[in-house]
């Protein structure tokens, strides 16, 4: 029976806690974690988190912090600086945001007035809440000119951006998304934000460990600022940071702390510097291109079964299933296949015409199974348990037995923990 790390210490303290704990483990390790943006942090991982630094105030940087007692934490925040900035080619890095959102609004304040234009990819096409959907503090205080992807390709139409950009000049442009299942082009972002006069970001969340694992180009030449988080394809724990050029890096860190934030999440920190650690090695290169290679026979499988893919397939981690010639709906779709023992999430298509609480389409992701060990074979696999369960959506016969296939799957394939 899985003890969890803490062996039995949280179990004589709080059973209840200790209970949903486990029950959570074994959701995670008996079904098939397809969500693209969900990956396992290793034990090394988890032990940096969830050790003695939880207990400490570090508010300020390394070398200047407003409380005593902080030579331990902030020795461990400038190792996760500088482990970080190798990994990046990085110029200038934060990592205390809490998260990709704070990150990302940690930028805006550093060089936005409320009321400035900004440009970032619709939500409703790929891109993400915090890139100025109306609902967020982003959309709230600047003036959002969206952009989103060719009606037909549904790809990135960078020269509708730069047009777009010209006639709007925003101070910032931003690139990146959540559910593109293609290469960003940062060289043509960055063209023309010089050529619009604005300043570009790139917010790296979904890709960061494909960067790090060089199978995604770079965005560090040409971003003035690179936000992202480090819990996704980076395998670590749950939280953001930010890269920038040396030039912002006063305004960056006083958007962070005091700006938008108090005290750091040192444990989480120290975290992160393990994650960065163990992203340098050859075995993480190698993790990532097999992420991308399961990606790819994914989507070929799924193709083959008669399911359309968003751009036609992916470059990345990721694709998007557009489920209309299946007569479902993505919930429909992302509730059977978690009963089935799939999770994955229901996600608009572009230019959906369904809600955002029922959506045309379903996102998978292969970081999770590849962390697993799942390869090639395990892909077509999982096409075939997939097709199986979408295309027998009232067979429950079909469903218990796709079910029972997942799990022989997952025993095989253990989360190591
Ligand atoms: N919510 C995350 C995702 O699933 O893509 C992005 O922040």
């Not at 190792?79 to 990709?100: C, W």
């Not at 940062?186 to 790090?212: C, N, P, R, T, W």
């Not at 015409?353 to 045309?360: E, F, G, K, R």
Request: with cysteine.
């Amino acid at each position: 029976m899985f003890k969890g790390y803490f062996g039995d210490v949280l179990k004589k303290d709080d059973a209840e806690l200790e209970k949903l704990i486990v029950e959570e483990f074994k959701r995670e390790n008996s079904k098939l974690q397809m969500i693209a943006s969900e990956n396992f942090a290793s034990k090394a991982v988890l032990a940096a988190q969830g050790s003695v630094l939880t207990n400490k105030y570090s508010e300020g940087y390394p070398g200047k912090k407003y409380y005593e007692g902080c030579q331990y934490a902030s020795e461990i925040e400038q190792l996760a600086i500088d482990r970080m900035a190798k990994l990046f080619h990085a110029e200038h890095v934060n990592v205390q945001p809490h998260s990709g959102s704070s990150a990302n609004l940690a930028v805006y304040i550093a060089v936005l007035q409320p009321g400035d234009v900004v440009m970032g990819m619709d939500l409703a096409c790929g891109g993400h809440l915090t890139h100025g959907a109306p609902a967020n503090i982003s959309g709230k205080t600047y003036k959002i000119v969206s952009y989103g992807v060719n009606r037909e390709t549904n790809l990135l139409d960078y020269e509708e951006i730069r047009q777009l950009a010209l006639k709007h000049r925003p101070k910032l442009i931003i690139a990146g998304a959540s559910a593109y299942p293609r290469t960003i082009d940062f060289k043509k972002f960055k063209d023309i934000a010089v050529e619009a006069g604005s300043y570009f970001m790139a917010d790296i969340a979904h890709i960061a460990g494909l960067i790090a694992g060089k199978v995604h180009p770079d965005a560090s030449p040409y971003a003035d600022f690179i936000t992202g988080t480090t819990h996704k394809t980076l395998s670590g724990p749950r939280g953001g940071f930010i890269i920038s050029k040396k030039e912002f890096a006063r305004k960056i860190d006083s958007a962070v702390f005091p700006g938008i934030q108090g005290g750091p999440l040192v444990h989480v920190i120290a975290a992160k510097a393990v994650c960065f650690k163990q992203a340098m090695t050859a075995g993480f290169r190698k993790y990532q291109q097999q992420v991308v290679k399961n990606s790819a026979v994914l989507a070929e499988e799924l193709i083959k079964h008669g399911f359309t893919l968003v751009t036609g397939g992916t470059d990345n981690h990721l694709m998007l299933v557009d489920l209309r010639n299946q007569n479902i709906t993505g919930r429909e779709a992302a509730l059977a296949l978690d009963q089935a023992g799939i999770t994955v999430n229901k996600n608009g298509i572009p230019y959906d015409t369904l809600d955002v609480w029922h959506t045309s389409g379903i996102r998978i992701g292969t970081p999770a199974v590849t962390t697993r060990g799942m390869k090639e074979e395990q892909m077509i696999e999982i096409a075939e348990l997939i097709a199986k369960a979408l295309k027998n959506m009232k067979n429950t016969a079909i469903h218990k037995d796709v079910s029972k296939k997942v799990k022989q799957l997952c025993k095989k394939f253990p989360v190591k923990i």
